[in-house]
């Protein structure tokens, strides 16, 4: 099923749907699955799954220490892929990939979105990549049924929000407020004039990332937007108190 197609038929059963991130390797790929396995019990709807890099420039200190760590301990590409093979294989929920253009050029656009395609992958995440200057790997990715997910901004014109709305598949990566990943978003009057611009310029789902963190963010976006992106928040708590910790915080989190 496509992905845009997907979510619109989860959200016949639920307010929101929820997409959470993992960074592949970190604290280990066995960490990573128990994390995973807990995501799947609490029907999480999507999760993104970070292929390491050295110069995550999207990401906030708590996600840059972790890329790190993962590529420290000998985290490779060949792994990634074959994790993402286990996890489309044995979970029901679509995994997109999540990374940095240079990877993808070294390995090549094409190669690499056979390569994503090959590993189950719905789709692919490239926060560093803007939509005009990733014409062929957006044109590639659609022509393999995978989604290319593009972003808006709130420093982005009317013109270029439209631009992002055209290019992308499956939803858009809506980023609550400037900087990078991990601050908690303060959603105020503002936001709701940004919202506004962004569902003018597409007709695909919107997906709130950047700060999104407890259940109360959730609460606030359901109606208004067709997913939250929890990332941060999630790796904070598996570092803080584990599987128990985790598993409390997304049974804490479902809107019914």
């Known amino acids: 099923m496509k992905l845009e197609s997907y979510l619109r038929k989860r959200l016949e059963q639920k307010p929101i749907c929820v997409m959470t991130h993992v960074i592949a390797g970190y604290p280990s790929f066995e960490e990573n699955l128990q994390a995973l396995e807990l995501m799947a019990r609490h029907n999480v709807d999507v999760v993104e799954i970070q292929m390491p890099f050295s110069e995550p420039t999207a990401d906030g200190p708590v996600f840059v220490r972790a890329n790190q760590k993962s590529l420290e301990s000998g985290t490779t590409v060949e792994q990634y892929f074959h994790f993402m093979q286990r996890l489309t294989t044995n979970f029901d929920f679509p995994v997109l990939m999540m990374g940095y253009y240079n990877t993808i050029f070294k390995m090549g656009e094409a190669p690499f979105i056979q390569r994503l395609k090959n ?5 692919l995440i490239v926060p560093d990549l803007p939509v005009d200057v990733g014409t062929n790997l957006y044109q590639l990715a ?12 709130p420093t982005s014109s009317d013109e270029r929000l439209r631009q992002n709305g055209q290019a992308g598949s499956g ?21 709701q004039a ?7 310029a597409t007709q695909l789902p919107l997906a709130v990332g950047f700060g999104v963190s407890a259940r109360q963010d959730l609460s606030y976006l359901a109606g208004q937007v067709e997913m939250a992106i929890i990332g941060t928040a999630v ?9 128990s910790g985790l598993n ?9």
């Open 142 to 153: 659609k022509q393999n049924d995978l989604a290319p997910i593009a972003f808006m901004t």
């Open 235 to 243: 790796l904070e708590i598996w570092e803080q108190s584990g599987r």
């Open 194 to 200: 940004y919202l506004k611009r962004c569902r003018q």
């Open 248 to 256: 409390k915080f997304l049974a804490d989190i479902q809107l019914t």
């Open 171 to 191: 939803f858009i990566y809506v980023v609550a407020r400037k900087g990078v990943t991990g601050e908690h978003t303060d959603f105020k009057h503002a936001f």
């Open 119 to 123: 590993a189950g992958g719905c789709g």
